[in-house]
């Protein structure tokens, strides 16, 4: 318990912890293209109690990119939890959950025995590790990291984790603990060099004065009451399906309404997605039984309505299945090009994807290791179950052995070349971000020489009928876009107005080819790229 005159300030930040932020770091921002954090605002500062709730779908990255996104001067530790059954193992993700002051929790699909009892795991938390101390803890309500798309139901622990706080500190009545959700969304979590959005809600605060309902002996209903609240605060702000094929049709429809690509930052991307595929779910979801009392003209036009959009979402399935299938994009289609701009592209594209792979060939070798013991190790680990149980871990896969293998190349070669260590020391990483840099513009350049080709492979007649079913196909989505969904009438400029930093393109030609030689990072074109000399617009079968 707290004394009432008693300032909190937290616990003072390990060296580990401060190592393991600062490594990890640096690594999170090689493995993603581009990381944007939202609303970093809305963090309460040290000394405040703090639960950080998040969606949990990519295992142990999702803890790393939390302490990570966090600002130390909001909050100078995170404390961890994990899975007991990571604890205890001589292996480096072992050592690192242990080493970052992570607490162990037993799941029950772990102790099927009945023997995943946390209660004294909590406890201890609120006395001993933080909420009482003024820190913040990290706690994954879903229970469980998963791959497919739907946020699973929370469990309540988190909102009984806040009751028993403010009840053991009721005499307090200004006490007050914060509940901080969080929303992560990947563009393609396991992919090397795609990108992340973090987005920081409005904290939920309890204090003993203002939430007596929240004190023992306690109805739960309020603590499912909390508990609902909180996953709609976490749900509102990324996207959660009940099936793959439904974010695939909203990003094809938020492309169509505001073919902007990356001049429109992530969140506005992701915002918008979100509003299309909200749209599609209500639509797909059974209405329930309004009874004798309902307005049946209300209600049948409301199904009409629906069917409309049921229909327009599998019509833009069949459209992007064609698009994959000739292996192009939509912006290939929406502005045509004659086979005379497309022979001098495909010259222009040929030449400079040339250059870049020479230029970065002296840090791709280095990288050849790293890449070649990260894919042996992630074929091996996707081979020990189904897509579902496995998929949510390949991130955190390629994250440790990618470091492990980097740091390996870089000691080896620093050790071979000895008598110069003092100048490979730093020029062994400068060469392998290089090599990544512009293997990154080589890649993008193979992808559009090989879009270009198959534009000629595919022919005039039959893009001029693909063009043809997109204006109708973009008829429809702006209709629904603002007959129904209240979006802005002209995206392209209000989109394109709002944003910074985060964008991955500029306005403006003399700054936008400047900064396609920006040594920090790509100014990628779409915010589906992954390093793939493909489009990657399709999720794995088997996922749903």
């Known amino acids: 318990m707290v004394s009432p005159t008693e300032p909190l300030v937290g616990s003072p930040t390990p060296w580990s912890y401060m190592f393991i932020r600062w490594l990890f770091k640096f690594v999170l921002k090689i493995f993603y ?7 970093t605002e809305n963090i309460p500062p040290r000394g405040t109690p703090c639960i950080v709730c998040a969606n949990h779908s990519n295992s142990l990255t999702d803890a790393l990119l939390l302490v990570t996104s966090i600002p130390s001067r909001r909050r100078n530790l995170l404390r961890l939890t994990a899975k007991s059954t990571q604890f205890g193992k001589k292996t ?23 023997q995943a009892d946390n209660s004294e795991v909590m406890q201890h938390l609120i006395e001993a590790h933080a909420l009482e101390l003024g820190d913040a803890v990290c706690l994954f309500p879903e229970g469980m990291s998963r791959y497919h798309p739907t946020i699973a139901p929370l469990k ?13 500190n009721r005499h307090n009545p200004e006490f007050e603990i914060d509940v901080l959700t969080c929303s992560i969304t990947y563009m393609h979590r396991q992919h090397f060099r795609s990108d992340v959005l973090v987005t920081f809600n409005s904290p939920m605060k309890f204090t003993v004065k203002d939430n007596p309902e929240l004190l023992a002996p306690i109805d739960f209903q309020d603590i499912r009451e909390l508990t609902a609240k909180m996953h709609h605060q976490i749900s509102s702000g990324t996207l959660d399906a009940p099936s793959w094929r439904l974010i695939r049709n909203a990003k094809l429809a938020a492309r169509l309404y505001a073919p902007l690509g990356t001049t429109m930052s992530l969140g506005d991307y992701v915002r918008v997605v979100r509003t299309f595929l909200e749209a599609f779910k209500v639509a797909e979801a059974p209405r329930t039984d309004p009874g004798s009392d309902g307005d049946n003209v209300s209600i049948e036009q409301e199904a009409r309505e629906d069917a409309k ?14 698009l994959v299938r000739w292996g192009i994009k939509d912006d290939r289609i929406r502005r045509p090009l004659s086979r005379a701009v497309i022979l001098y592209r495909l010259c222009i594209r040929a030449v400079w994807a040339l250059v870049l792979v020479t230029i970065s060939l002296p840090g791709l070798l280095l990288w050849l290791p790293v890449f070649a013991t990260t894919f042996v190790a992630v074929h091996q680990f996707k081979r020990t179950g189904p897509v579902w149980d496995t998929w949510d871990e390949i991130a955190q896969y390629k994250l440790t052995y990618g470091l492990i293998s980097g740091l390996a190349v870089w000691l080896l070669v620093v050790l071979a070349t000895f008598p110069v260590a003092l100048f490979t ?11 990544l840099r512009w293997m990154e513009g080589a890649v993008a350049a193979g992808r559009a020489l090989a879009a270009l080709a198959r534009l000629l492979w595919v022919g005039k007649p039959a893009l001029r009928g693909m ?17 129904t969904l209240g979006l802005p009438a002209d995206p392209e400029t209000h989109f394109a107005e709002a944003g910074g930093w985060e964008k991955g393109r500029v306005q403006g030609r003399w700054a936008s080819k400047a900064k396609y030689f920006s040594v920090r990072r790509r100014r990628k074109r779409d915010w589906n790229e992954t390093l793939r000399l493909y489009d990657q617009v399709d999720y794995p079968e088997g996922e749903d």
């Open 33 to 39: 293209g581009t990381i944007v954090v939202e609303n």
């Open 467 to 483: 063009r043809e079913r997109r204006e109708d196909l973009h008829r429809r989505v702006m209709e629904l876009a603002l007959g």
């Open 425 to 435: 020391v730093p020029l062994v990483p400068a060469a392998m971000w290089m090599g």
């Open 92 to 114: 480096f993700t072992s050592w690192l959950i242990e080493s970052a002051g992570t607490v162990p929790l037993k799941r029950r699909k772990d102790f099927p025995d009945g």
């Open 156 to 168: 309540t622990g988190v909102a009984r984790l806040v009751s028993d706080v403010l009840t053991r």
């Open 309 to 322: 959009i049921v229909q327009l979402g599998r019509d833009l399935q069949e459209y992007q299945d064609q």
